[in-house]
């Protein structure tokens, strides 16, 4: 089993389900807490390049609606890396690196097939 770590904000709902999730099912993981410690840019590249910054950054939220309408018309994979560099708020949650695979969002059925 590849070393996983789990990056995000602890009071999260999605993350506290994921949290239960892992727990429940026996994984053990690294936890990376956004407000602690920021968010890591190798990772967020990775995560970009695999995903696609549309993917990574949570358009859903109210960080990126907390932006002005400009910076988000004219959203770039490299000014999205800059935004979730400045405000990790703005990542989609959880964000899971297992190994090479990198996982977004809460996703119990992705969990089981990628992390047991």
Do not use: Q
């Not at 770590?5 to 936890?31: E, H, P």
């Not at 807490?33 to 995903?51: F, N, P, Q, R, V």
């Not at 400045?86 to 977004?104: E, H, M, Q, Y």
């Amino acid at each position: 089993m590849p070393d996983i770590k789990v990056y995000g904000i602890k009071n999260c709902d999605s993350m506290k389900k994921t949290f239960v999730w892992l727990d429940k099912n026996g994984i053990a993981y690294d936890f990376h807490d956004y407000k602690k410690s920021g968010a890591d840019e190798a990772t967020l590249k990775a995560a970009i390049k695999a995903h696609g910054w549309e993917n990574v950054i949570n358009r859903k939220g109210t960080t990126w609606r907390a932006l002005d309408e400009k910076t988000r018309a004219g959203m770039t994979e490299k000014s999205a890396l800059a935004a979730a560099m400045d405000n990790p708020s703005l990542v989609k949650r959880p964000l899971i690196t297992a190994g090479k695979d990198i996982l977004l969002g809460y996703d119990e059925a992705v969990f089981k097939a990628r992390l047991t």
